[in-house]
């Protein structure tokens, strides 16, 4: 299983990004799908999630600004980030965990997003 993260970039503050996580191969058994992020010096937390029932779940945070959502013909999770704060600058990686097939925890390399004050 790959993941492949592509959207991120400079950004003004209150400006928008749509980030897209591309995965290798089939989704069946995926459990969750979910954003982390990781600021310099800070520990890797999570951002946004959702189920294969569709189920959503963000970090406070990131309420009422971020969507994740989740295209399964295309194997696609997405982030779409409205409002961005300079303090959302950081790397955001992509996570899949498989309860069945692949059965584990994937990470992709991360994209950077940098928000200008």
């Known amino acids: 299983v790959q993941l492949v993260e592509s959207g991120g970039g400079l950004v003004q503050a209150g400006g928008s990004l749509r980030l897209s996580c591309s995965v290798s191969g089939t989704l069946v058994g995926a459990k969750t799908m979910a954003w982390y992020r990781q600021a310099p010096g800070k520990q890797r937390e999570l951002v946004a999630s959702?189920?294969?029932?569709?189920?959503?779940n963000y970090a406070d945070f990131v309420k009422g600004r971020f969507t994740v959502a989740r295209l399964y013909l295309k194997n696609t999770l997405y982030l779409q980030m409205n409002s961005l704060k300079p303090e959302d600058t950081g790397a955001y990686y992509c996570?899949?965990?498989?309860?069945?097939?692949?059965?584990?925890?994937?990470w992709g390399q991360g994209t950077q997003v940098t928000v200008s004050s």
């Open positions: 996570n899949v965990r498989f309860i069945a097939g692949p059965i584990g925890e994937y």
């Open positions: 959702i189920t294969n029932s569709a189920n959503t």
